[in-house]
């Protein structure tokens, strides 16, 4: 019985493997092909003579580095706000016992509710009257509002988990609030930061309501933009569509592969010390 149990427990995970890698490696190929082999209808067939030039294309007519060096910028900062402020908040809320906790758990759980599309018309309003729109600001400061709410969820989550008994200690040594957050609270929550990273990356890596909404500079445009230069009105260049999608998907593949013993940390322990 144990050994049936085992074979199908394999047999589920070698589905979801095929499930979760097939996209990319189709990917791979469709970015291969030329236009006649995509629109032949030969999707899952490999390439006759893979086009390597579609990759030249995607990289120099597809503005590759400067859409790339946009959303770099644009992510980075977002991150580091995301992860300052949430792991500020969550400590408040999970450590501190103070009157106004619960409200405060309770606004940031309602923030995760709201949908980004409904906020696009006010924010477009807001930021005209403030001038910032059609500058990175605009991307920012609504990425770091919706990404803020999960993470705090995360950490608050974890950060509940960790002995008092750390902090006392601490406490009785003379050490500040500020210097156990940071010496202490932070290097234990490590795990549970890097899953707030990948997540927070993901979302905004591929992100294109927003940016399309409040940029309209070619200068400012960040990687979602590339696929409407192989676009035009009665033509489409289908194979260096796939490669520019292949190219954006590497900064997301090689975060994640860096990070991802300590995001799978982070999710088991968040899930049990939540």
Not at 141 to 150: G, M, N, V
Request: glycine share 6%; net charge positive; charged share 10%.
């Amino acid at each position: 019985m144990a050994s049936i149990k085992k074979g199908l427990v394999y047999l589920l995970l070698s589905i979801l493997v095929v499930t979760q890698i097939y996209p990319l490696l189709w990917l791979v190929l469709y970015s291969l092909k030329t236009n006649e082999q995509i629109l032949g209808g030969h999707f899952f067939s490999l390439p006759t003579t893979p086009q390597w030039g579609n990759y030249k294309a995607a990289y120099t007519s597809g503005h590759y580095l400067k859409y790339l060096s946009n959303s770099l910028i644009v992510t980075s900062i977002t991150l580091i706000c995301v992860i300052v402020l949430s792991s500020m908040v969550a400590y408040a809320i999970s450590r501190f016992k103070w009157k106004y906790g619960p409200l405060v758990t309770l606004i940031f759980l309602l923030g995760m509710m709201i949908p980004m599309q409904a906020t696009l018309l006010p924010l477009m309003v807001i930021f005209s009257n403030l001038d910032i729109l059609n500058t990175r600001l605009s991307l920012i400061l609504p990425y770091i509002a919706f990404s803020t709410p999960i993470a705090v969820f995360i950490l608050s989550g974890f950060m509940r988990g960790i002995p008092a008994e750390i902090e006392e200690s601490a406490f009785m040594d003379g050490a500040s609030v500020y210097r156990i957050f940071r010496s202490i609270i932070l290097p234990i929550s490590v795990p549970p930061i890097m899953t707030v990273v990948i997540l927070t990356f993901i979302t905004i890596w591929n992100e294109y309501i927003m940016a399309a909404t409040f940029i309209s500079a070619e200068k400012l445009k960040t990687l979602p933009f590339g696929i409407y230069n192989f676009v035009s009105q009665y033509n489409a260049n289908f194979g260096a569509i796939g490669a520019y999608l292949v190219l954006g998907a590497l900064p997301v593949m090689l975060v994640y592969f860096v990070l991802s013993e300590k995001i799978t940390k982070g999710m088991v322990a968040g899930a049990v010390k939540g």
